[in-house]
């Protein structure tokens, strides 16, 4: 029982040192610890609060997980940790992953996840879910359904409307994107239902 109370007293402790630690900081800097902590600004902060509260962001655009915490800013979607995983394993030329709170955001990524969202993105990704292919949920999600699924349809593009046009897009596109100014975000309108949009180099298809 003493381990206990002894472990106990030294967590209280190291709780309150923390706390009036983290007081003293926010008071000489003006700044809130929170925005010290992750190395953003109280406005990107602000941003990516408004980010998880999208309707749709609240679950993983995937598998549907709650409270997803992480995303990937070229696609616009919030993504749960395992989820992120797979994505990362895409490779940055199809997705690039960024923790909601633990990483460096920029203005210009903030805004284009504000731009698309998990409705907006899966409305044209899972356009049409094809057997034998079927969407995750949480009580059939597994990192190997999950896997199958989010490379047919970030990869292969199984589920877009229509496919092969959207190909023909991104071949002719990606020629001309030999470089990009993160400052900016170039869209080339291509065809009547289609917008291709570059971000930070990668290509990405949304709803217009």
Partial sequence: AWIKSL????????HNTTATNENEIEKASGMPTESMKSG????????????????????????ESKEPVW??????????????GIHRNLGVHI?????????????????????????????????????????????????????VYIRAKYDEK?????????????RQNTLAATSYRT???SYIIQGRKFVHLFSFSIPLICAV
């Fill in 40 to 63: 953003n600004s109280p406005e990107i902060l602000k941003l990516l609060s408004d980010i998880k509260k999208m309707p749709g962001n609240e679950i993983c655009a995937d598998c």
């Fill in 7 to 14: 472990q106990s007293g030294i967590e209280a402790a190291i």
């Fill in 71 to 84: 995303a990937s800013i070229n696609l616009g979607v919030t993504l749960c940790i395992t989820c992120s």
């Fill in 158 to 170: 199984l589920f877009l409307e229509n496919r092969e046009y959207v190909k023909q897009i991104n």
């Fill in 95 to 147: 997705s690039k992953v960024r923790s909601i709170e633990l990483d460096i955001w920029e203005l210009e990524q903030c805004l284009l996840m504000l731009k698309l969202g998990n409705r907006k993105v899966n409305g044209i990704y899972e356009h049409s879910i094809t057997q034998p292919h079927r969407k995750p949920g949480p009580a059939t999600s597994s990192l190997a359904t999950n896997e």
């Fill in 183 to 185: 400052d900016s975000i």
